[in-house]
């Protein structure tokens, strides 16, 4: 086929072949371009309706206009080949990629944010991929992703493609054949049955996890091997390969790997924005974190061995390893001593993040759960406002909630220097609460208080903790900050209790609780009408019923910005009522400034907030702002 001319593209190169058919590359005459040609298997024509069906699904991919999206320019048919003319991208895949070097976790998130993307997109309009894999993914030199073959799995009958060529057979089904490439195969598609969206995403996952580890996480020795375990087996847990991966990664692949589909991510879209808001924490991270925690600025390595390891930097013999080990930590520790510590060796550790652990509920009423998990989010919230320390959000840190890991492994997988733990009890008109500080990597115990107010003083309660954190750890507080920690007024009882049981509600997702949530957050309006946490949580309500519940953009606008200008008017410093704003601002005003001036000063008054990073990372995505 070199040289040689298929309609008005002339044949430069072979480019490769798959189950699909070859890819050339090919110069486009009529518009003196490069272009990449796919000659399809005279097989996935070879009748009219096969034709058809090529032809609207190529037609509906070619509608794909996206930046992270490989363009389909072309469908036809000459000299007897039936061909596909797409975008010619210049890079390599990111099967080249995984295998040329492991990925940092900053390259991992940034590539997986982007497919994430290119996905949600592709599923709004209606296509399935089928054959998401890392052949399939395009890495241009300028680091950006192009999502291959859209809708070209959906429709064109092909092998299914396995590491061996024994194992590479047609497989019927009974609408026809399985589509897919084996290891990257969603369980519902293993089995033949039919597909939604949520097929893609399990493939993402399995793409994912093998970014993160180098291993793909099914693969076995044959290609009924490997089907079995996709439909039986847990994959590996990430810690056998790597150490150092976030707790909040950690959930999303587990969550997107689920082998029933329904307790999968539903939607790519929501898949996206929790990547981005990860993406965006473990930058924050990475600004924040001790200097003995990071690369330095010559890329000197960290004294983290499993950090060394990870990166390839270890001999692959145990006693060239061991001997490696011990000089790069005691150069490490040696350097620490001598440029960070100097003669304040004896100084209590660093502390620049946290994590609040979920406050046991000490009531033995498992119907008072909502007050522990509230009063550990209102904590988290407070401590959060300060800038200068970096506060695990309440996603990360719920998964916790009563489990009997030691604290230096929830440290770890949190990537927190220190953790608060307690306890939670209300009594007749009274609360008490105990709070724990405790190294991380020590599990020593830093600092220990007991509380007990009543319950109208719970707000500056919770504002007196995240204070005496702050002066323990030493960490530098704004006069701002302390102002704000400091200013919370005495509550009505009633009136709290209403709004922690609409937090709780909140947090479900779905129409049923959403409505029960704008209830409470309503009912505690009516006891305290200047309370405005409660506005703002019934502005939110009512934005996430239009997304989760049943109710229509339109019909939720009206009670979201009256409730959200209400909170601000009342505390023009609550992160959340800015957030319910921007959202107002972006959805119906589409006033992209005011939206993203919403969503700054939010991230401002609650760094941690992915409630903030969630909607504002949805609006430079709306905007194609990738960077």
């Not at 991919?61 to 930046?67: C, F, Q, T």
């Not at 900053?106 to 890392?134: F, M």
């Not at 927190?416 to 709070?435: P, Y």
Request: proline fraction near 4%; hydrophobic fraction near 40%; charged fraction near 25%.
């Amino acid at each position: 086929m070199i040289h040689q001319a298929i309609s008005h593209y002339q044949i430069i190169k072979k480019l490769g072949a798959g189950g699909m058919g070859e890819v050339f590359l090919a110069e486009d005459t009529k518009l003196d371009r490069k272009v990449a040609i796919k000659l399809l298997p005279p097989e996935s024509t070879a009748n009219g309706q096969a034709k058809s069906r090529l032809v609207r699904e190529a037609k509906a991919a070619a509608k794909l206009d996206h930046p992270n999206i490989c363009s389909i320019y072309e469908v036809g048919e000459a000299d007897g080949h039936s061909f596909i003319v797409m975008q010619y991208v210049e890079g390599e895949t990111l099967d080249v990629r995984i295998h040329r070097k492991p990925l940092e976790l900053c390259e991992v998130l940034d590539v997986a944010t982007q497919i994430a993307d290119a996905l949600s997109e592709a599923h709004s309009r209606g296509i399935i991929h089928r054959d998401i894999k890392p052949q399939n993914i395009m890495l241009t030199p300028r680091r950006q992703v192009k999502v291959m073959d859209f809708g070209l799995a959906k429709v064109v009958k092909q092998r299914v493609e396995v590491e061996s060529e024994a194992d590479t057979e047609r497989m019927l089904t009974d609408p026809g054949v399985i589509l897919g490439t084996i290891p990257y195969m969603s369980p519902e598609q293993a089995k033949g049955e039919s597909l939604d969206a949520r097929s893609d995403i399990f493939s993402f996952g399995v793409v994912l996890y093998e970014m993160v580890t180098g291993h793909q996480p099914f693969a076995s020795e044959s290609a009924a091997a490997t089907i079995t375990a996709i439909l039986t087996r847990e994959p590996p847990p990430l810690a056998r390969y790597s150490s150092v991966v976030p707790g909040e990664l950690q959930r999303i692949i587990t969550k997107v790997m689920a082998k029933d589909r329904e307790r999968r991510y539903q939607s790519m879209r929501d898949l996206a924005l929790d990547l981005e808001s990860c993406r965006r924490e473990y930058e924050a991270d990475l600004a924040t974190a001790p200097y003995d925690q990071r690369m330095t600025e010559d890329g000197a390595v960290t004294a983290t061995a499993s950090a060394v390891k990870q990166r390839g930097f270890l001999p692959s013999h145990p006693l060239l390893t061991a001997i490696a080990l011990l000089v790069i930590v005691a150069a490490a520790s040696l350097a620490y001593v001598l440029v960070i510590r100097g003669p304040a060796a004896a100084r209590p550790p660093e502390i620049r993040s946290l994590a609040v652990l979920p406050l046991e509920n000490l009531s033995g009423d498992p119907s008072q759960e909502y007050l522990a998990d509230g009063m550990t989010e209102e904590i988290i919230g407070n401590l959060a406002q300060i800038r200068a320390l970096r506060v695990v959000s309440r996603t990360s840190v719920m998964r916790f909630k009563g489990s009997n890991r030691s604290m230096p492994e929830i440290a770890q997988e949190l990537n927190v220097d220190a953790v608060i733990t307690g306890s939670a009890q209300r009594s007749g008109g009274r609360v008490k609460i105990t709070a724990q500080l405790i190294h991380g990597a020590t599990d020593s115990h830093l600092w220990v208080r007991n509380y007990e107010r009543d319950l109208t003083d719970i707000l500056k309660l919770q504002g007196e903790v995240a204070r005496a954190v702050a002066d323990e750890i030493r960490i530098q507080v704004t006069a701002e900050e302390r102002d704000r920690l400091g200013s919370a007024r005495s509550v009505n009882p009633q009136a709290h209790e209403a709004y922690l049981l609409g937090r709780f509600h909140f947090r479900n997702l779905n129409e049923e609780d959403l409505k029960r949530a704008i209830e409470q957050f309503e009912r505690a309006i009516q006891l305290a009408p200047d309370y405005a946490a409660a506005y703002a949580g019934l502005a939110a309500a009512w934005q996430e019923r239009g997304v989760w519940g049943e109710k229509e953009f339109k019909e939720v606008e009206a009670p979201a910005r009256k409730a959200a200008l209400k909170a601000i008017e009342l505390d023009g410093d609550n992160a959340e009522a800015r957030v319910a704003l921007g959202q107002v601002k972006h959805i119906y005003d589409w006033d992209w400034a005011g939206a993203e001036e919403e969503f700054k000063r939010a991230l401002e008054l609650d760094p941690g907030s992915l409630y903030a990073h969630r909607y504002y990372a949805l609006l430079l995505m709306s905007l194609g702002r990738h960077d």
